[in-house]
């Protein structure tokens, strides 16, 4: 696989709708094969772009862009990736895995050397790939719809 051409850029609040739909139709296409239709629906519900504002405004929300067009979000803090979520139509492309790298220097900052994810299940084998081994099996509530997850830990070598 070639590496697509990627940059990667703080985001800003003129973003937080192209996030939104990036995230939804993300979930919608990649996370299909491994949830219900009712679980889908539950976890986006609701999801609007003003959800990014305040995550933005921290900082902790990066996008990846091809060109002019916005193909990738990650969010990270110290010592954990919160997301990594690419456009269905640049899966396979390279981007997630830059989006990752990136992520993992945010979440690694200031001598922090183990990194947590709460893996979505189509994830899980990206994210092996990458360094991360399960820790446990877990759920998130999101909009009281129970969404199956693989919490995972990175350590620094």
Known sequence: MVD???TIRTATSADAARL????????????????????LEGWLLNRTP???LGPISRGSIFVAELGD???????AARGGVVAVCVDPGAAGRGIGRR??????AVAR???CD???VEATLNARAFYERHGFREVRHATVTRNHVEVPIVVMKYDAA
């Open 4 to 6: 697509a051409p990627v």
């Open 20 to 39: 939104n739909e990036l995230h939804i139709s993300s979930v919608r296409a990649l996370c299909s094969g491994h949830y219900t239709q009712e679980i």
């Open 50 to 52: 003003s959800g990014y």
């Open 69 to 75: 067009e916005t193909v990738g979000v990650g969010e």
């Open 99 to 104: 989006i990752l790298q990136h992520a993992l």
């Open 109 to 111: 900052s200031r001598e």
């Open 114 to 116: 183990s990194v947590m």
